[in-house]
């Protein structure tokens, strides 16, 4: 059974950084796309950031210029920096691995909270 899971959450204030953190078991972790995905209360899931197999990235819009996501095969974790975190911010963030093939894997998430 392949497991994922996210690290790194947790409180910050306003204008301050976290990393999170996402690990895979799986071995097809190189060639798939992983991407992170945010929910707020309310609203939909929403794409961070994803980069692909051969590297190439994507932001949502509201993090870019912000948020750097990277990945290292070989340790088969994914990684998300986050810089000048706002209160829109605050969310679970949710690690997904795969998803156009037939492997699409969720973490189970980790609350980020950005208050003073």
């Known amino acids: 059974q392949v497991q994922v899971a996210e690290s790194g959450g947790g409180l910050v204030q306003p204008g301050g950084r976290l990393t999170l953190s996402c690990s895979c078991s799986?071995?097809?972790?190189?060639?798939?796309?992983v991407a992170w995905y945010r929910q707020v209360l309310g609203r939909p899931r929403e794409l961070v950031a994803e980069?692909?197999?051969?590297?190439?990235?994507n932001y949502g819009g509201a993090v870019k210029g912000r948020f750097t996501i990277s990945r290292d095969n070989a340790k088969s974790t994914v990684a998300l920096q986050m810089n000048s975190l706002n209160p829109e911010d605050t969310g679970v963030y949710y690690c997904?691995?795969?998803?156009?093939?037939?492997?699409?894997?969720w973490g189970q998430g980790t609350q980020v909270t950005v208050s003073s």
């Open positions: 997904r691995i795969g998803g156009a093939g037939p492997w699409d894997y």
């Open positions: 799986g071995s097809f972790f190189e060639v798939v796309t």
């Open positions: 980069i692909t197999r051969r590297g190439t990235i």
